[in-house]
């Protein structure tokens, strides 16, 4: 006899044994059933599989069906085919709790060698329990749609969002609708990338929830019926970080906050300190941490702020400016019981090296090697890009030997970060040189590495070569973008070579950017030279209250009361005599605490200036092309002299409705600065304020620069003094334009010191630097000092240029006119001797 008969008689001997046994003992009965269960196993375990099965002699009931689909034993494949082979059963039809248990067994078995195939077996299931109509409760769709969002199948989890609705329009009753459902469904669309939708969803269900919460009295503790849920609700921001879209953030953000129940997780609250934070509302991530700090206190279900919420904390002020106090809150952070991790060393070594802290960056490179964690890529780029801006040329060279001995790999962006330092250092040679020789080995360039070279080489007036580069650029397969594009028609119209526009056209082919950028340009002449609205005549572009000199006073009510100073005088009375801060001695975070407790709840606080400085292509598509044009069109305008062409230009898209950003601000701040236009500037930078439009490095620059042509050197000064106080840094632009400022203004030893402090801070002086104080030494009459500073110029390495060659000729007129004087003395003196 065969095996199938042989399985087949054994399920027929179960069932005349059950058939036998019915009215006897309830444990005859519970064996017999269990035997038929067992042979049913052992049959679907077979070669034949549900071939082994005899319909007649088996007797299906729901009970029965629901142990067979729960024998672990049993394969997934082969339930699916006794589930299949009981639906032809003509006196057998499954109920919902069949359909349930199928589906459940599914989603457990759902591994990803057969996941494709098994989700397309439960979109088969679900078809054919509409045919029965059978309708299933909420926690099996809920596991439907956890299990398609879970392999990353987010159109197919929409699909059964449509079978669930279509269920619920065959429910009587409204109290079948299940909240909790619709979470699984918020993330499959932000996942899938339909934010829109999403937020729709959002924003109609979380008043849905708000009735249903009201006519309940108060919400379940088991997360039922619950919408939108803590998971859902960081997927949501998550995305929305990422997008950009801060106004959404912020609306979902208040609206959660609104109802004191609905409470954001750790996971939550370090996402919003961490978006809040990179869009400059530092006040904001300040007062979530002082948030999660009082939650913690008491909660069993809350455990306050993590290390990733330090690790926020630390980006957020970095990225604020606030490298200081995030040195101060790192401190605080190593005794607090969290211990740091690679990403809290990157964070600060990639804020230090941005803001000139080079020595603080070097430390905690030591310190991260000590305690085991090896640099990545990333670390030594940031600390490569610290020492070339702090003109530290020796010291980034080693760095980079160092790099390369330790087996770290330099990526395309190492090299464009030497390349870019190089030529800024003024070795173009050794950097052109670096680029050829990198290009020779092929992996180790990119467009950037083309665009960095573009833009230097043209820079230079050396435009055929730049035109030469974008052809062989185009033949190694890089994209030209909006970067090199419009550096190339900045130089081409500051060189006079405006003409050679055909030229780069020929060199850039494929898409449409330089098509796009030419008929923007041309649609830009028209506007400007077309006919514009005489409503505002006579009325100043940057309208202004108060004077230039006032910028203390501004600076005082448009930035916040943060500094690292308070930690090191400590929190006693203000001038006014109020009362200090109280901060718990026990805390394992007082810094923090302190910096917390400053925030008023009605104040807003702005950061200082932003750690990064503005970029002229914000690089983000279509959304920033046409102010991207506008600041590559200001640039071109300006650098021709053109002001009142470039005002005319930002008073035309600005009525468009393009939103100026901080480098159009502070192009036009730059130049009205320049040409003692100060009421303008000032007028611009209360319209920077007005617009919530962060200042940079630049926008100080630009503040110390003014002052100095006012002749308002104490105000330099005193700017200075409360940049540093409230926790700014140096570059080595404002280091220039302050010892600038104060050698015009006969305060030279305040020059000196300023000098002695910018080589104290850990940044080597410049071309720039040395000439300015040979200048300001010659023109004061201290020749002697003058010659020193020559003498350390080229002590120093550093090379001169055109402007040291002036600068020398007026040195050595000053001395002959020194020497000529002492001659007519000694000629004098020798006349009343004879």
Known sequence: MCSICNKKLAITSAYLFFRRNIGTTTTSTKLGSFLIIASIAKALSGTGGIRNLDGDSIPLSESLVLQVLRRNSIDISKKLSFFQWCSLRPDYKHSAKTYSQIFRSVCLHCHKNQQQQLLEDILNLLGFMKQDGVVLDSATYKLLLDAFIRCGKFSSALKILDYYESDLEMKTTADHLNL??????????????????????????????????????????????????????????????????????????????????????????????????????????????????????????????????????????????????????????????????????????QGCSKSYLIDDATKILNEMQYNGFRPDTVVYNSLLDGFLKARKLAEACHLYEKMIDEGVRASCWTHNILID?????????????????????????????????????????????????????????????????????????????????????????????MPAVLKWNANMEASVKGPQSREKDYTPIFPSTGEFSDILQFLSSSSGVIGMNLAKEGVGQNDKGTSKIDVDPWSSSPYMDLLAEQVDSKEHLSSLFFLSRAKRIEEKGIDSFDIDMVNTYLSIFLAKGKLSLACKLFEIFRDMGVNP??????????????????????????????????????????????????????????????????????????????????????????????????????????????????????????????????KMMLDAGCPPNHVTDTTLDYLEREIEKVRYQKASMRRSDEGDLS
């Not at 200042?695 to 540093?724: F, H, P, W």
């Open 421 to 513: 330092g190089l030529f800024k250092n003024g070795r173009g040679e050794a950097a052109y040189t670096l680029f050829s020789d990198l290009k020779k080995k092929g992996q180790f360039v990119d467009g950037i590495t083309y665009s960095i070279v573009i833009m230097h080489v043209s820079r230079e007036g050396l435009i055929e070569d730049a035109l030469d580069l974008v052809k062989e650029m185009q033949i190694r397969g890089f994209p030209v973008d909006l970067v090199t594009l419009t550096s190339l028609l900045i130089s081409l119209y500051k060189h006079d070579r405006w003409d050679w526009t055909d030229r780069l056209m020929k060199h850039v082919r494929g898409g449409n950017l």
């Open 180 to 349: 909790d459902i619709y979470n699984s469904v918020l993330v499959a669309l932000v996942r899938n990338d339909q934010l829109d939708l999403a937020l729709t969803i959002f924003f109609k269900l979380f008043d849905a929830s708000n009735v249903s919460s009201t006519d309940n009295g108060q919400r379940n503790n088991n997360n039922h019926n619950v919408f939108p849920s803590a998971f859902a609700c960081n997927e949501l921001f998550v995305a929305l970080r990422k997008a950009e879209m801060k106004e959404k953030f912020r609306g979902i953000f208040d609206k959660l906050r609104e109802k004191h129940n609905c409470l954001l997780d750790t996971w939550g609250y370090n996402i919003c300190i961490h978006a809040f934070g990179c869009w400059g509302d530092l006040a904001m991530s300040l007062r979530l941490f002082k948030e999660m700090k009082e939650k913690s206190v008491g909660s069993s279900g809350f455990y306050g702020p993590d290390l990733c919420t330090y690790n926020s904390l630390l980006h957020v002020l970095c990225s604020s400016g606030k490298v200081k106090d995030a040195l101060l809150v790192w401190e605080e952070l190593k005794g607090s019981g969290h211990e740091p991790d690679a990403f809290s060393y990157r964070i600060l070594i």
């Open 661 to 790: 950003v901080s480098y159009t601000y502070n192009s036009l701040l730059s130049s009205f600065v320049k040409k003692g236009y100060f009421n303008e500037a000032w007028g611009v930078l209360q319209e920077m304020d007005e617009k919530d439009c962060h200042s940079d490095i630049a926008t100080y620059n630009m503040i110390i620069q003014g002052l100095g042509k006012l002749g308002r050197a104490d105000l330099a000064s005193a700017v200075l003094e409360k940049l540093m106080k409230q926790g700014g840094y140096l570059d080595i632009v404002m280091y220039n334009t302050l010892i600038n400022a104060l050698g015009k203004a006969g305060r030279i030893d305040d020059a000196n010191k300023l000098f002695e402090q910018m080589k104290v801070s850990g940044i080597n002086p410049d071309v720039v630097t040395y000439n300015t104080l040979i200048e300001v030494h010659s023109k004061a009459g201290r020749l002697k000092d003058a010659y020193k500073c020559l």
